[in-house]
Antibody, heavy 119, light 108 residues
Framework: EVQLVESGGVVVQPGGSLRLSCAAS????????MHWVRQAPGKGLEWVSL????????YYADSVKGRFTISRDNSKNSLYLQMNSLRTEDTALYYC????????????WGKGTTVTVSS | DIQMTQSPSTLSASVGDRVTITCRAS??????LAWYQQKPGKAPKLLIY???SLESGVPSRFSGSGSGTEFTLTISSLQPDDFATYYC??????????FGPGTKVDIK
């Protein structure tokens, strides 16, 4: 069974840092692009970042560019999101998602991990 | 960046109704559009990709159409399990996989 399990979400103060993790199983992790998507409380979905299968290409939403860094460790079947200079507007449920073939839409999603930025 | 809009924002319907949701892109995205269903407290679920291709396991009452800048998601006969929020998403531009704002389908 294809599975994605996010972790690392906590309450953090504005200006703080956090690293989210996503453990993948049930598929050949290093064959696929991976995404992070977030959803603020009561709001819609916002794409955050993607990383290609080999880590060679990364893209970010303008709202997080320069503050967040996506990475992966294919030897550990894991995806990461390093979040620096956190703002209250970064408060959200963060989903890890697997892309379908190539750099494309998300066909498998995790259940998410909650990040709360508050003083 | 490509902007996505959806209409309506909320739709009230009854079981058995035919439901249509529209998604528009601010510039042409060819057929690089996906539709997702999200229920409260759950992760999104992929329904449609490449504008009209049905994801495996998704009931055939769901269909998608369109290309360029205008797209539709149709539910041919609304079922109780279909009350949810639906999002479109463009994947034409790698720099921003923009989602639409969502359409909530609720019980009339």
């Amino acid at each position: 069974e294809v599975q994605l399990v996010e972790s690392g979400g906590v309450v953090v103060q504005p200006g703080g840092s956090l690293r989210l993790s996503c453990a993948a199983s049930g598929f050949t992790f290093d064959d696929y692009t991976m995404h992070w998507v977030r959803q603020a409380p009561g709001k819609g979905l916002e794409w955050v970042s993607l990383i290609s299968w080999d880590g060679g290409s990364t893209y970010y939403a303008d709202s997080v560019k320069g503050r967040f860094t996506i990475s992966r460790d294919n030897s550990k079947n894991s995806l990461y999101l390093q979040m620096n200079s956190l703002r209250t507007e970064d408060t959200a449920l963060y989903y890890c998602a697997k892309a379908a073939a190539g750099i494309s839409y998300m066909d498998v999603w995790g259940k998410g991990t909650t990040v709360t930025v508050s003083s | 960046d490509i902007q996505m809009t959806q209409s309506p924002s909320t739709l009230s319907a009854s079981v058995g109704d035919r439901v249509t949701i529209t998604c528009r892109a601010s510039q042409s995205i060819s057929s690089w559009l996906a539709w997702y269903q999200q229920k409260p407290g759950k992760a999104p679920k992929l329904l449609i990709y490449k504008a009209s291709s049905l994801e495996s396991g998704v009931p055939s009452r769901f269909s998608g159409s369109g290309s360029g800048t205008e797209f539709t998601l149709t539910i041919s006969s609304l079922q109780p399990d279909d009350f949810a929020t639906y999002y479109c998403q463009q994947y034409n531009s790698y720099s921003s996989f923009t989602f639409g704002p969502g359409t909530k389908v609720d019980i009339k």
